[in-house]
């Protein structure tokens, strides 16, 4: 310690540059930290979800999700596997190691999922991984609803259009359609009918796939691609394609479905063709009548204030291409407590470094050792945010709230150093001594400084059980004991470089003759009629 306060003396211009640096970097490039509510309390995570048409749940669990289950159980690095199985789908959560890389997670999955597809039934759909997520992955939650246009209309624009211009977003993983109503084209066939014209359901099954482009059946003509054929001139070779006529209800009604007795069925006599939507599994209220709800969720390391400001200004874009709905941004928006939580930690601080500056100029009584304290404090806090920016840290409640804790300590630290350096100084002149400033300040910074270490060192043992916490405790507690033991150290460390070196430039021709503050007399004389 000695080394390194008499080397902070000696070469106090370039720590005092460096310093000034510091606070200089820090105030450009802390705005620039991703910011949250809470830190990424979640384990790696990886899930696939895999359908299954017209399956029950028994059906789910023995053909699509144990077969996949014995696939990606050898997965390296996985902590445990979860699986749910549900009517017509199979959902399937790897939980991996909490120090795994959630991307070179996906990689190894997505090596064993192409393994398991083999063992899949035909009739089961394609298993797909869905994109990582923020523990805290809803980061809006936007209504959509209009009286010009049904919900059906509503849906399709919802899902086409302003769906994909909010995946553009950066930061953006994903967005959920709640209540959506997906326009198709429904075949609502009367039992009743099929059995007075001598028709059955597989016929019109089969009259209905091969109508379509794409066939709806497996192994009928139109479910694969088909080859219709070429024209080869000298030149080139045109393709052929068969464009189907059917587009809408009306034509899809006319077709053909058999001959009876001579006399051709066709689709209207058995069924109602018509637009129509699936069967609904829930659905959404907005603003307490229908309307359509999209959750906005974002990647791990995306910021929840940039995420929010760019689906705004996606939003913002939009909206003169879409007349006649009304969009609600405001139902579910963390950004705004985040917003208005750094508003009021702006408020507190600056409320409280003005009461610190006050209490520092009663109790020292001069304005040079008040300015010291004051340059330290903020110091020591941007010293801790720049080594958490420097590990990619996102700032979030609880960090916020170990620098909070942490305050007591660094205005401690700041004070006592400055107020020994002050009264040995003051000592020093009226004795006059024949030391050297620079002398003075060293021994009195070292004086307090053996005590303040094993202070120092006493708070970080307090520490040790958090690093040691796992699970969800350990996620949410490790980011405040971080930051509070960040600040604690940088403190420790500005008190033996900063302070002795602002001492030195501010204290060696200062007037100290005044003795001790009218404050700290008056309370001692009421301290000593006390005890």
Known sequence: MRWIVSSSLKLRFLVLAIAAA??????????????????????????????????????????????????????????????????????????FKTETDVMRARQLVQERLKLAIADLPKSAGMPFMLPPLS??????????????????????????????????????????????????????????????????????????????????????????????????????????????????????????????????????????????????????????????????????????????????????????????IDIDAQIFRPATFIELSIENLTSAMLIGCLLVVLILGAFLYSWRPALISCTAIPLSLMGAMLVLYLRGATINTMVLAGLVISVGVVVDDAIIDIENIVRR????????????????????????????????LID????LPVFFMEGLSGAFFKPLAVSYALAVVASMFVALTVTPALGLLLLRNAPLEHGIPPLVRWLQRGYEAVL
């Open 22 to 95: 510091l606070m200089y970097f820090g105030a450009a490039q802390i705005p620039k930290m991703p910011v949250d509510v809470f830190p990424e309390f979640a384990p790696p995570l990886v899930e696939i979800q895999t359908e299954g048409p017209g399956m029950t749940a028994a059906e789910v669990e023995e053909l699509i999700t144990q077969p996949m289950e014995e696939s990606l159980r050898g997965t390296p690095e996985l902590d445990f596997l979860r699986s749910k199985s549900v009517v017509a789908l199979s959902s399937i959560r790897l939980v």
């Open 135 to 324: 523990a805290t992955s809803r980061c809006m939650k936007i209504g959509l609803t209009s009286k010009d246009m049904d919900l059906m209309d509503l849906s399709m624009i919802a899902y086409w259009t302003i769906r994909f211009k909010l995946m553009q977003v950066p930061g953006v993983a994903n967005v959920a359609v709640w209540g959506e109503r997906i326009k198709l084209l429904a075949v609502q066939v009367d039992p009743r009918k099929l059995r007075d014209q001598g028709v059955t359901l597989n016929e019109v099954e089969k009259a209905t796939s091969d109508a379509l482009e794409i066939g709806l059946l497996p192994y009928t003509g139109a479910a694969k691609a088909r080859t219709e054929g070429v024209i080869d001139t000298p030149n080139q070779r045109l393709t052929i394609r068969h464009v189907m006529p059917v587009i809408g209800p009306e034509d899809l009604a006319r077709l053909p479905v058999k001959v009876v007795a001579g006399r051709t069925v066709r689709m209207s006599d058995v069924a109602s063709v018509v637009w129509d939507t699936w069967p609904l599994v829930g659905d959404s209220v907005v603003n307490d009548g229908p309307g359509n709800m999209l959750i906005v969720e974002k990647f791990p390391w995306a910021n929840t204030l940039q995420v929010t400001k760019g689906v705004d200004a996606a939003l913002e874009a939009m909206k003169p291409g879409l007349p006649g």
């Open 425 to 456: 100084l003051r000592q020093h002149r009226q004795e006059k001594s024949t030391l050297s400033t620079a002398r003075v300040i060293l021994d009195a910074s070292l004086e307090v400084r053996s005590a303040i270490v094993y202070a120092t």
């Open 460 to 463: 970080a043992m307090t520490l």
